[in-house]
């Protein structure tokens, strides 16, 4: 069974806005204002929570990472009860989802967000459905890049190892791809641009419009 998994931060939606509100939050708390900008900091937020508090902290002049691993929790806190306020859904991520399953394709999900926090968002929006599978970075011992997350997504979505491509954003999913022997396709309209070429995945996404052409190629 062909099967296409999907990164989530920064691959399905931008979700950017409301991890750095979450951790101007934190920072807010400290008096210290807020130190990151939703505008700017984009990769940042992609790279999660702990990397947009050390971020903080250095603009802050004081790098801290005891504060890095205490405000990890209260930024996911924060984060939880205000996941959907500016997070939106990329242009023609949901009819790509849909033109893949009518074809036959399973589909599902393999991120680094905390499984019960990307399990929320996909149903507040409103498309957790579309996906057979959703594995986060603490549903298993392991997270990407290592290729166990992804070969349980592939296995939970119902699809079959070997006739799988993960699409993605970061060198994180490129990494994970390989290590699990399969393609990736990364995508070039998020926070790292076309700069993701360097990466040398098996196919470059510009749009969604593109996806089911090239996930048929790679997956004949």
Same mark, same amino acid.
Do not use: W
């Given at each position: 069974?062909?099967?296409?998994?999907?990164?989530?931060?920064?691959?399905?939606?931008?979700?950017?806005?409301?991890?750095?509100?979450?951790?101007?939050?934190?920072?807010?708390?400290?008096?210290?204002?807020?130190?990151?900008?939703?505008?700017?900091?984009?990769?940042?937020?992609?790279?999660?929570?702990?990397?947009?508090?050390?971020?903080?902290?250095?603009?802050?002049?004081?790098?801290?990472?005891?504060?890095?691993?205490?405000?990890?929790?209260?930024?996911?806190?924060?984060? &939880?009860? @205000?996941?959907?306020?500016? #997070?939106?859904?990329?242009? +023609?991520?949901?009819? !790509?989802?849909? *033109?893949?399953? =009518?074809?036959?394709?399973?589909?599902?999900?393999?991120?680094?967000?905390?499984?019960?926090?990307?399990?929320?968002?996909?149903?507040?929006?409103?498309?957790?459905?579309?996906?057979?599978?959703?594995?986060?970075?603490?549903?298993?011992?392991?997270?990407?890049?290592?290729?166990?997350?992804?070969?349980?997504?592939?296995?939970?979505?119902?699809?079959?190892?070997?006739?799988?491509?993960?699409?993605?954003?970061?060198?994180?999913?490129?990494?994970?791809?390989?290590?699990? &022997?399969? @393609?990736?396709?990364?995508? #070039?309209?998020?926070?790292? +641009?076309?700069?993701? !070429?360097?990466? *040398?995945?098996? =196919?470059?996404?510009?749009?969604?419009?593109?996806?089911?052409?090239?996930?048929?190629?790679?997956?004949?």
């Amino acid at each position: 069974m062909r099967t296409v998994i999907f990164d989530l931060d920064g691959t399905l939606a931008d979700t950017s806005g409301d991890l750095i509100a979450a951790a101007n939050a934190c920072f807010r708390a400290l008096g210290e204002g807020d130190p990151l900008d939703p505008a700017k900091d984009v990769a940042t937020a992609f790279a999660g929570g702990k990397a947009m508090l050390s971020l903080g902290f250095e603009r802050l002049g004081r790098p801290d990472p005891d504060a890095v691993e205490r405000l990890y929790p209260v930024l996911l806190g924060h984060y &939880g009860e @205000a996941i959907d306020v500016y #997070t939106t859904l990329y242009p +023609g991520a949901v009819e !790509a989802v849909e *033109a893949l399953r =009518a074809k036959g394709f399973k589909t599902g999900i393999c991120t680094n967000k905390p499984e019960a926090l990307a399990q929320d968002l996909m149903t507040r929006l409103g498309v957790r459905d579309l996906f057979g599978s959703l594995i986060g970075a603490d549903t298993l011992a392991h997270r990407k890049p290592h290729p166990a997350p992804y070969i349980a997504s592939v296995e939970q979505a119902g699809g079959t190892l070997t006739r799988s491509l993960l699409v993605g954003d970061t060198a994180t999913d490129r990494e994970t791809a390989r290590a699990a &022997g399969v @393609a990736s396709v990364l995508v #070039t309209f998020g926070a790292e +641009g076309d700069r993701v !070429a360097a990466l *040398a995945p098996e =196919a470059l996404l510009p749009n969604y419009q593109a996806l089911l052409p090239i996930v048929e190629k790679l997956l004949p």
